[in-house]
């Protein structure tokens, strides 16, 4: 298990990160997708934390907060020293009704952060995120609360999740102006069918220098391998998070991408998702992978990926058969910089 540093901070976290999306139980949008107890929270944990893994997500939304309380619980009962287990937890989504029952004003926040350091059972959140864009409330504000909270101790590192580039870039502007504490990372969507976080975010991030956390890494479920064509070349099945299909699963294209995985799978005798993990793994801008399960087995698969190096030409044939299409100003910025950028690596001597 390798530790990357979070973007510009001193903290240094797992590559594979133990998302807790799968714990507990409520009614609603997570029933589909949570369902694990105490007891099989724990044995998730401390699989994660025997593997290597000091990183550990979860949101006050997932389970309606029971996720929280589990995972907190979880270090407890496995008497897991609080101090070497970074815990992340993400708030904006609805907690209770009416208008500022969500969102990322301050109103929300801090009574957010709060209710979620009485779930986990702890006095500080490691990583405290904002799950979403809150096109409602002033950046500044937003900024301003989260500060609050880290100069009060209740937070550590703050962070971002679902934002576009211009709204991080804006917001690290807004911190470094105002000298408020300025978003460490970034949690995205990113898998070998959804690149498209690369035509914007990813140059952004690497020259801002924050960290990307990557959610739904095998597209939910899709990148597994379980999925076929069907008969008619049509899907029988697609990538689905909270019955919502992701986009670039099932089709054409996704399972172009299938088929790339198959043979590289068979040849180092690994399962097809721990070679999608595995890319992902060797992007260089990638800081920390969130990786879930129901099953210890399905763990065990994802754990293993750390272990998977892929060659060069096993990675240039992923890439290949992911690639974006074109994308204007991106194939302009190919063209014209070309040039510049052998100036910055040049060749070596022969």
């Known amino acids: 298990m390798r ?3 979070l973007g510009q901070t001193g903290l240094f976290v797992s590559e594979l990160c133990l998302g807790t999306m799968t714990f507990g139980t409520a009614p609603g ?11 099989e929270a724990d044995a998730m944990v401390r699989a994660a934390v025997d593997a290597g ?3 550990l997500d979860t949101a006050d939304v997932y389970s309606a907060g ?4 589990i995972t907190g619980q979880a270090l407890r009962n496995l008497g897991i020293n609080r101090q070497e287990i970074v815990v992340a937890t993400k708030a904006f989504g609805e907690m209770h009704p009416g208008p500022n029952g969500r969102g990322a004003s301050r109103y929300h926040l801090i009574d957010a952060c709060k209710a979620s350091l009485k779930r986990l059972g702890t006095d500080h959140i490691d990583l405290y995120q904002i799950h979403g864009f809150d096109p409602a409330t002033p950046l500044q504000e937003t900024l301003e609360a989260l500060d609050v909270l880290v100069r009060h101790g209740h937070v550590r590192y703050v962070g971002v999740s679902n934002w576009a580039a211009w709204q991080v870039a804006k917001a690290l502007g807004i911190a470094e102006r105002l000298n408020l504490a300025r978003p460490a990372s970034l949690q995205s969507y990113y898998s070998l069918v959804g690149r498209e976080l690369e035509r914007e975010i990813v140059p952004m991030l ?3 220098q924050v960290g990307l956390m990557v959610w739904s890494p095998l597209a939910g479920g899709f990148l597994s391998g379980k999925y ?3 008969a008619d070349g049509k899907a029988e099945g697609d990538g689905r998070i909270n019955n919502f299909a992701l986009p670039g699963t099932g089709g054409d294209r996704g399972f172009a991408v ?3 995985l198959r043979p590289i799978a068979e040849a180092h005798g690994r399962p097809v998702a721990q070679v999608a993990l595995a890319w992902l793994l060797a992007r260089p801008q990638v800081t920390s992978v969130i990786v879930g399960a129901k099953k210890p087995e399905q763990l065990a698969d994802n754990l293993a990926a750390v272990d998977l190096v892929l060659t060069a030409d096993e990675l240039a044939s992923l890439d290949a058969a992911s690639a974006l299409s074109p994308e204007y100003p991106g194939w302009m910025f190919e063209r014209q910089g070309a040039y510049r950028r052998g100036l910055l690596n040049p060749a070596p001597r022969g």
């Open 66 to 69: 029971r996720s929280e309380e």
């Open 3 to 5: 530790y990357n540093r």
């Open 258 to 260: 299938v088929d790339a």
């Open 53 to 55: 893994v000091n990183f």
């Open 206 to 208: 690497a020259s801002e």
């Open 228 to 230: 076929t064509r069907g």
């Open 29 to 39: 949008m997570w029933e589909g997708i949570a369902g694990l107890d105490q007891n």
